[in-house]
């Protein structure tokens, strides 16, 4: 599996089969410390437009970066949590899903089909973010946590759903951590 990533950019990576999943994994670790590949709204609304989201104009600066770091937060908090078979806080999420305004719209597709799709009302980070929310809040109830891991590399935070057959994957990419997990075993032999 390749890293899926934006345009011109080292990261965030688009690899944990889940949206929710990705969105939390835009924290993750470089050279043995936390890197935070949003620095600004600007890139918040580039993955938020790379995942299907448009982002309506913000009133003030660094707010939407701040409630999607937020966000985020609670998200890795309530993921980790089901994995380990904590209690769930719920309610702040329940606030974050409360932003989400939105609608069906009939469309017609590129093949002539009708289509029903999902318009969100997006002009404040929080309903910007709400999306989002609905996508882990449908991971928390929907998801198999048998196959939602943290990749093995001791040296990587970053998590995923294994939707391969056998369910054996162990690391986040082969490209990222299961290259270099087979680079520090070839050394260990030669060694």
Same mark, same amino acid.
């Given at each position: 599996?390749?890293?899926?990533?934006?345009?011109? @950019? +080292?990261?965030?990576?688009?690899?944990a089969e889940?949206? @929710?999943?990705?969105?939390?994994?835009?924290?993750?670790?470089?050279?043995?410390?936390?890197?935070?590949?949003?620095?600004?709204?600007?890139?918040?609304?580039?993955?938020?437009?790379?995942v299907g989201?448009?982002?309506?104009?913000?009133?003030?600066?660094?707010?939407?970066?701040?409630?999607?770091?937020?966000?985020?937060?609670?998200?890795?908090?309530?993921?980790?949590?089901?994995?380990?078979?904590?209690?769930?806080?719920?309610?702040?999420?329940?606030?974050?899903?409360? &932003?989400?305004?939105?609608?069906?719209? =009939?469309?017609?597709?590129?093949?002539?089909?009708?289509?029903?799709?999902?318009?969100? =009302?997006?002009?404040?980070?929080?309903?910007?973010?709400?999306?989002?929310? +609905?996508?882990?809040?449908?991971?928390?109830?929907?998801?198999?946590?048998?196959?939602?891991? &943290?990749?093995?590399?001791?040296?990587?935070?970053?998590?995923?759903?294994?939707?391969?057959?056998?369910?054996?994957?162990?690391?986040?990419?082969?490209?990222?951590?299961?290259?270099?997990?087979?680079?520090?075993?070839?050394?260990?032999?030669?060694?």
């Open positions: 599996m390749t890293a899926a990533m934006l345009p011109g @950019a +080292e990261g965030p990576w688009f690899i889940d949206q @929710a999943l990705d969105f939390i994994n835009t924290l993750a670790m470089a050279e043995k410390s936390p890197h935070d590949f949003w620095q600004s709204d600007d890139d918040v609304r580039q993955w938020l437009q790379h989201l448009q982002v309506n104009a913000m009133a003030k600066p660094g707010e939407l970066l701040a409630q999607a770091r937020q966000l985020r937060a609670l998200i890795r908090q309530l993921v980790e949590a089901k994995k380990h078979g904590r209690e769930l806080s719920l309610d702040e999420l329940n606030g974050w899903l409360a &932003q989400a305004q939105s609608h069906l719209r =009939l469309v017609v597709d590129e093949q002539g089909s009708l289509q029903m799709q999902r318009v969100y =009302l997006l002009d404040t980070p929080q309903q910007a973010l709400a999306p989002v929310a +609905e996508q882990a809040a449908a991971l928390l109830a929907n998801g198999q946590f048998d196959y939602i891991r &943290q990749c093995e590399h001791p040296d990587c935070t970053l998590w995923f759903y294994d939707k391969t057959k056998a369910h054996r994957r162990r690391w986040c990419s082969m490209a990222l951590c299961g290259n270099r997990a087979k680079v520090a075993r070839f050394r260990a032999k030669s060694n």
